[in-house]
């Protein structure tokens, strides 16, 4: 099964650790992502650029719109995600429990739909519909 590992993260934890300690954190985080490459585990790893950096966008009464940073009243944000492969729930939880991002936000873990058989189910075409 796939699983999607949100990793999120609260800046003032963050700007909180003892100097050094995110260099740290990050060699942590790489040595796991590396273990899970030579296991076959892991599809696909990246960390995202800040919310300053980002635009949420929105469909309103015909009408797009475009701003700035994502609108949410929560400590943590959104700081990366990998996608695995794993067993069960179980081991996925497992696997995320490792990162270090666990001490200084969560990990949300997510199981991944299988998009042809949503394509199938909703009889939609294109690729990977039959």
Request: proline share 5%; aromatic share 6%.
């Amino acid at each position: 099964m796939k699983f999607m590992l949100l990793v999120y993260t609260d800046t003032a934890l963050v700007d909180a650790l003892p100097e050094g300690e995110m260099e740290g954190m990050l060699r942590t985080c790489f040595d796991h992502v590396d273990e899970l490459e030579r296991d076959g585990c892991l599809i696909e790893s990246r960390m995202l650029e800040g919310p300053r950096a980002a635009k949420s966008v929105r469909l309103r009464n015909d009408r797009v719109t475009a701003t700035d940073g994502p609108f949410s009243e929560a400590k943590e944000v959104l700081g990366g995600f990998n996608l695995i492969e794993a067993r069960d729930m179980d081991e996925a939880v497992r696997i995320a429990a490792a990162f270090p991002w666990t001490r200084t936000g969560c990990i949300e873990v997510r199981p991944v739909q299988d998009l042809p058989d949503v394509r199938r189910r909703v009889r939609a075409g294109g690729a990977g519909a039959s």
